[in-house]
Nanobody
Framework: QVQLVESGGGLVQPGGSLKLSCAAS????????MGWYRQAPGKERELVAT???????NYADSVKGRFTISRDNAKKMVYLQMNSLKPEDTAVYYC?????????????WGQGTQVTVSS
């Protein structure tokens, strides 16, 4: 059984910072792309940032220059450093990973962590 577990969400003032973490565990042979997505109330889930196993990154235009995605392949973890946070960044943030495990290759989602940016 493969699991993704996020942590690090919370309430922060505009202009503040948060760092999200996501840990993958279970019967994992390898992890390809990992990423962060978010879903605000009444809106569809959207891509925030992705990172390949080799470290190549991709960001949504709305977070470029403010967010940084990184990963630790040995620990099977992905991170999202969020700086200069804005109220419009408020959402549930989900970790996603393309994993090859005992049952084959498939995408997995974490349970989500709430980020609220408000004064």
């Amino acid at each position: 059984q493969v699991q993704l577990v996020e942590s690090g969400g919370g309430l922060v003032q505009p202009g503040g910072s948060l760092k999200l973490s996501c840990a993958a565990s279970g019967s994992i042979f390898s992890i390809n792309d990992m990423g962060w997505y978010r879903q605000a109330p009444g809106k569809e889930r959207e891509l925030v940032a992705t990172i390949t196993s080799g470290g190549s990154t991709n960001y949504a235009d709305s977070v470029k220059g403010r967010f940084t995605i990184s990963r630790d392949n040995a620990k099977k973890m992905v991170y999202l450093q969020m700086n200069s946070l804005k109220p419009e960044d408020t959402a549930v943030y989900y970790c996603n990973a393309d994993i090859i495990g005992r049952i084959g290759r498939r995408g997995y989602w974490g349970q989500g962590t709430q980020v609220t940016v408000s004064s």
